[in-house]
């Protein structure tokens, strides 16, 4: 089946390729958020990467906040991960059988995320969540799980679950297509709200297997935990025999080579990796505690599986990512600089037009609040004037800067992003103000 473009000058373009993909694929995208729904318009087509760069196939140049929703801590094309992948290609794509790369990343992991004993590759956040909570539910016994509104764990079954009419109540589908029986396993809390998550456990003593927490929210907009939040997850998963799983699909060596974890010092049973450790390639991973791990099929009887796990390309790319880390330690440093440079010349803007509007930034990872006063959870983070984010949005692409499409995600910052770049950014972000509260 052909498909014609109505405007011949349109061919090739982006407007063109979403007209054709619209026909094809569910809303011409292959994940939602990049259909530019939540702020309007059709979205860019992209040709090519280069460091902190993007190129549309209109010959647009954008510099990119977005950073493939985490995976680019150096950004795109980096020489030494295309090296590597370009060096393992012609060795074959798949083996279904085990390799040295494999190894090396597990040490590598091991090594540098404090709670994980053992690790087990997958292709995805979802897979690594899904199977972190199969191995929480077949070790403890148990079959409920602790999820926070507002935050994302993948799109299994179990965790497209909202907050229902109260903290203590059972879930219910967020999503057509999951069953009420498999939500009745999720219950929700609010997300900094320790006394939530107690009345939970009081509600329902040793019925949860696991708490599952993102310990920085990044998908209701950048959240970090308030002091001592994680601490008393951990504490009130100890007594009461439910295990901790830290979802660190996107802050695992984003924020410290050992994640979060590492970052506050609060030690999960469970931690959920991706992105980064994928260097740009399709991977996940989940790992813990030994006793925990050594649950897992074929060393224990809790199932899970892969044709593509530990893909030879995606860990060569990965492992030159996590190589480059451990060459230039003080990467971490030089993003936090960068973070707070771009930190304090947006609220003082922010300031000097006193807008309504707050900037949340821990380390690399950034989000601007169409909202005045604190964003603690979900009810805080809904609350923001979409509308307005819809017009700032438009008003930096228009100035060549592409930030997440949406309100309730978070921006991130890469190593290929230099000072020149973070100064065009926040003057960039003050003309888009203007425009969006004019
Ligand atoms: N967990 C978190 C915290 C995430 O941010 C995401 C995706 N952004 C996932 C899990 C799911 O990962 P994936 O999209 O690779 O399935």
Redesign the pocket.
Known sequence: MSHHVQDPQLAGTSAALFERAAQLMPGGVNSPVRAFRAVGGSPRFIDRGAGARLWDVDGREYLDYIGA??PLLFGHAHPAIVAAVASQVGRGTAYGAPTRLEVEMAETIVRSVPSIDMVRMVN????A?MAAVRVARGATGRDAVLKFAGC????ADGFLVKAGSGAATFGTPDSPGVTPATARDTLTAHYNDVEDVRQVFSAHPRRLAAVIV?PVA??MGLVPPAPGFLEALRELCTADGALLIF?E??TGFRLAPGGAQQHYGVLPDLT?L?KIIGGGLPV?AYGGRRDLMARVSPSGPIYQAGTLSGNPLAMAAGLAALRQIEAEPRVYARLDAMGAELETGITSVIRRRSLPCRLVRLGSLWTLFFRDGEVRDWRDASACDTARFARYFHALLERGILVAPSQFETNFISAAHTAADLARTVSAIGEALEAAHA
């Open positions: 929703w985490g995805s956040g979802t897979e969540t994302y764990h993948g799109h993102e990044g998908n979802d699909v996107i959920t991706g996940g």
